[in-house]
């Protein structure tokens, strides 16, 4: 008998999380307290079934994959015998102690729970729970079916034990996980993002480029190395001499306009701009079909990567 897995809330991420699992070959109970939510998601889950195996992302026949994820009708009996529990619901701390106190009351003592949040660190949600050790933090990025990073930011109090068979549960689940030492809020992918973005907010803000030139900066330049080299890596190999090399050469200028890097502050009227010239380009009725065409993009890059790895 397969390995049970619970996804709890079938929004964005949790739909994504059923697909990684089943697709690796766990049973999947999905639940949502919202039950249009849970039917809306068995529809979405074809599609993205389907643009898999277009792709050639998945060994089996999407209908075969799809018939591992089964609709919970309660929160009890998504938990019912699983060996690891996904929370996918809101992102306030409140509705993650509320949902994560109701789990703990709920699932079997050796069952590890983790959290998709993408800021709020282990501790905030877990401190009072009696089954603390067994909770932390497993944050995806969006889709974790095509995007493997699985970011496991476990509280002080969580088992080594616990963190041990989550990084082997996502390990065969086809996921990349990466271990953070200590606990800070949007633990690592969030927080480079969020300093790209704070620049990039800075940069426009400023009138030093248009919305389009800075999205090119990552699309056609950085991201290009990004997409298959990480920055020390990247740096490495742009000076004779590697890291050192690249130090010397740059460091002290990195620091002198890290100076001048300021924290950016997500102004309104900055944001409606923006917004403004993405919707010359996107209507908003459009983001669910530029939503496929970018996981097509991706698929279509995973793929290669893959070709590469063999
Ligand atoms: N959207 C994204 O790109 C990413 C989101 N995340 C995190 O994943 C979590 C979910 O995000 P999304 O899927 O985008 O949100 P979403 O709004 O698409 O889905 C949330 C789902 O949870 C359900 N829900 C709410 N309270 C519930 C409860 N008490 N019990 C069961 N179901 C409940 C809602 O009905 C809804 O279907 C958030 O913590 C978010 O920060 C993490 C990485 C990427
Ligand atoms: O970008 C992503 O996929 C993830 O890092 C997320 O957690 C969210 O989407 C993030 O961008 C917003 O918090």
Known sequence: MSEKIAVVGAGLI????????????????????????LDA??????????????????DEAPDVVAARIKPAASLADALQGAVLVQENVKETVEVKRQIFAEMDK???PDTILTSSTSWIPTSEFSE????????????????????PLVELAPAPWTSKKAVARAHDIYTRAGQSPVLLKKEITGFLLNRIQGAVLNEALNLYENGYASSEDLDKVLKDGLGLRWSFMGPFETIDLNAPDGII????????TYRDVAKTQLPNEWNETTL??????????????QLGERSRWRDNRLMGLVAHKRKQAK
Not at 128 to 147: F, Q
Not at 245 to 252: E, I, K, T, V, W
């Open 245 to 252: 090399d690249y130090a010397q050469r740059y460091g002290h």
């Open 128 to 147: 009072h729970l009696p089954g603390r050790d067994r909770i932390l933090v497993a944050h995806p990025v969006n889709p974790p079916y095509l995007v």
């Open 106 to 108: 709920l699932a079997a």
């Open 41 to 58: 998601c068995q529809q979405l889950l074809r599609e993205n079934l389907s643009d898999l195996a277009q792709h050639g992302l998945i």
């Open 14 to 37: 949790g739909r994504a999380w059923a697909i990684v699992f089943a697709r690796a070959g766990f049973d999947v109970a999905i639940y949502d307290a919202v039950p249009q939510a």
């Open 272 to 285: 409606k701009q923006i917004e403004s010239e993405r919707r010359q380009e996107l209507k908003t009725d």
